[in-house]
């Protein structure tokens, strides 16, 4: 039930989104008519559209895919038409006749007729098809748990939540907008004026769905200004469960066990079995009870994943500075992709990444729903006595995450001592901490279940092989080009030449490729803007941009190493059957 909570708070915050400009004319276009006639069929067919077209991109499939894009195209015109008609009357009896029938039922409201149920839910189901919500931590909870476990009941019902949240505070937004309206037009006498206003707002609020804004820069400022305001609820939420359900049975633990240090750190829970991992690297399976008077810190992570990449040198760093003191670091391995199952890959790369300390192997997510987390990378901090009582979702916050590290050090001794400091670990290549101060593109995924900011003309042609190319492309658009199969996780080139171009702008660009199910390398040649990269090289290929797909795994592409500016990035594969997954930044 808290997850449906907040979900349906996360909604109610998008008014507040830059992402939700796009949809309020039309929403407004309802103020001052009768709220059951208009405006609550037309916020009901909103939510229900969104929350099935959502669960339709979850599921995936050719034919999700094409359902989709098609019921996209019948809006825009829907609401294009809409738009004419609320600007003028006039222009709408040029139109075939029942097309001026579909604008005058959508534009009643300027003619001063009584509300239409079905013209508002329409109007709706249209406004749903195309509202595009930024998916910020909660969203992106709901979503991410589609992808694992597959679309069911509850992810349609959590995206229902959701899109109710966002009603509810559209609704309120369109009851006060109505009073105001009524205000403008008894003092001004403007209400032919506010009619036209209206439709050029809606007309512009197409022309910015249509092109892509509500997804693409409207998305990116909306991330900065919403994100903390939900990981805070979220946070906040997560931490008054935990102590409602736990903290009694973690008080009666102590229970005649005074120390002569004690941490002000709050009680979130109980450290959770560990069972269920398909297997243990560096040590044995380990149990709660062979941790008992160990702190311990779980981190979950996946290791193509680059944020959970750019948190491994402090892990590595904290489990070599505190093991001596009693610090157990276990990193919990849940994959997001399926080549993450593969142990062979695994143990490739925590060899890679000189991780020593025991690494459970939890591919069929058993701890992942022990500990109820969403998040890679995932830090809980566990005491002595097996009570959580510190997590950390993401990257950064490294000093805040060491110090706690030291109260539960300095509590499970009984005594303050001497910290010893911060760690300072050197990062290289992809490990490197990333630019956020130029930093404007974000993750792509380029297989058909989760991909975003695709512009190749010919569209997805799902699971089967096509020939695709790639024209001009605007920031954070890319495109494929040769003959490709795009597939639920992966696009896999069938023929030699092939490229993907992305248009960025970031200090590092990554892309996770793997070499196909022979296991054959495939080359590959990198230009930047046209050009070999020379200096703004990545670390996985040279200064000419030549390098090898040898391992699935994350590649390091393009590092910028002057001015960090808007580029072109284009990687040619010299040979077939390569695999390109997700793209990253930093």
């Known amino acids: 039930m808290i997850l ?42 909103k939510v229900v559209t969104f929350a099935g077209v959502a669960t339709l991109a979850a599921i995936g ?14 809006a825009i015109a829907v609401l294009a038409v809409f738009g004419v008609m609320l600007l003028s009357p006039q222009v709408a009896a040029v139109v075939t006749r029942p097309v001026v029938a579909l604008g005058n039922r959508l534009s009643q409201r300027a003619a001063g007729q009584r509300a239409s149920v079905g013209a508002s ?49 559209l609704a309120l937004a369109v009851l006060a907008g109505g009073r105001m309206f009524a205000a403008m037009k008894r003092s001004l006498g403007v209400g032919e004026r506010l009619r036209q206003g209206l439709g050029v707002a809606v007309l512009a609020g197409v022309a910015a769905i249509a092109l892509g804004l509500d997804t ?19 946070n906040r939420l997560r931490t008054d469960t935990y102590a409602a359900t736990t903290v009694d049975r973690a008080a009666s633990a102590a229970d005649g066990q005074p120390q002569a240090y004690r941490s002000s750190l709050p009680v979130e829970g109980i450290l959770p079995p560990l069972d269920g991992a398909v297997e243990w690297l560096n040590s044995e399976p380990l149990t709660v009870e062979q941790l008992r008077g160990k702190v311990v810190l779980v981190d979950f992570w996946t290791y193509s994943c680059i944020n959970c990449i750019r948190t491994v040198p402090y892990v590595r760093a904290w489990a070599e500075k505190y093991r001596d003191q009693g610090l157990v670091v276990i990193g919990v391995h849940a994959p997001e992709f399926a080549f993450e199952k593969r142990i062979d890959n695994v143990k490739r790369a ?31 901090f566990i005491d002595a006595e097996g009570r959580i009582r510190h997590h950390h979702f993401g990257e950064g916050d490294y000093e805040e995450s060491e110090r706690v590290i ?94 993907i171009t992305y248009r960025f702008s970031a200090r590092d660009l990554h892309l996770v490729l793997g070499p196909g199910a022979d296991g054959r390398k495939v080359r590959f040649q990198v230009k930047v803007d046209g050009v070999a990269p020379g200096p703004d090289h990545g670390s996985d290929i040279d200064a000419d941009g ?16 002057g001015e960090v500016r808007e580029r072109t990035f284009e990687i040619r594969f010299l040979d077939p059957d390569v695999e390109a997954f997700v793209f990253t930044f930093g």
């Open 121 to 169: 839910l329409l109007l709706g189901v249209a406004t749903g098809l195309l509202w595009a919500p930024c998916a910020g931590p909660i969203l992106g909870l709901v979503l991410t748990g589609a992808a694992l476990h597959g679309a069911n009941v509850e992810t349609t019902l959590l995206l229902t939540a959701y899109a109710a949240g966002a009603a509810t505070s």
């Open 4 to 45: 449906f909570t907040i979900a349906y708070l996360a909604g109610v915050l998008t008014i507040v989104s830059p992402c939700i400009l796009p949809v309020l004319p039309f929403v407004f276009s309802r103020a001052g008519q009768p709220f059951a006639r208009s405006i609550l069929p037309m916020l009901f067919g």
């Open 61 to 74: 499939g050719d034919w999700a895919v094409q359902a989709n894009e098609a019921g996209r195209y019948a």
């Open 350 to 380: 925590v060899r890679d990444f000189k991780i020593g300390y025991p690494v459970a192997i939890d591919n069929d997510f058993a701890i992942w729903r022990a500990f109820g987390n969403s998040y890679w990378p995932a830090h809980y």
């Open 546 to 561: 030549d390098g090898t797909v040898s391992e699935t795994r994350l590649y390091q592409l393009v590092r910028q190493s």
């Open 216 to 234: 693409g820069l409207l998305a990116r400022l909306s991330y900065a200004g919403t994100t903390n305001l939900e990981q805070s609820l979220l």
């Open 406 to 499: 030291q109260e539960l050090l300095a509590e499970a001794a009984g005594s303050r001592g001497n910290d010893g400091g911060i760690v300072k670990p050197e990062a290289k290549g992809a490990e490197s901490a990333p630019d956020f101060a130029n930093l404007q593109s974000g993750e792509d995924y380029v297989g058909y279940m989760r991909a975003g900011n695709f512009v190749s003309p010919e569209g997805v042609s799902a699971d089967e092989a096509r020939d695709y190319s790639v024209g001009e492309l605007r920031l954070n658009q890319w495109g494929l080009a040769g003959n490709w199969t795009v597939g639920p996780e992966q696009a896999t080139l069938n023929r030699a030449g092939g490229t």
